[in-house]
């Protein structure tokens, strides 16, 4: 089993920071790119970190 250090968080999109991409700093990845808003939902794939 893989342990994870890395922090998923959505909830506040990244409209917010300016950019529809997913925003990753330090170990925290926020996935929230606005689906309810203009933009697209964004999946991601926590062990390989590739999104679409």
Known sequence: M???T??????????FYNTPQSI????????????RWPNKLTIMDIDSKGYW
Request: charged share 10%; hydrophobic share 40%; net charge negative.
């Open 6 to 15: 890395d922090i998923f968080i959505g909830h506040t999109t990244t409209d």
């Open 24 to 35: 990753h700093v330090c170990n925290v990845w926020n996935i929230d790119t606005g689906a």
């Open 2 to 4: 893989a342990v994870h």
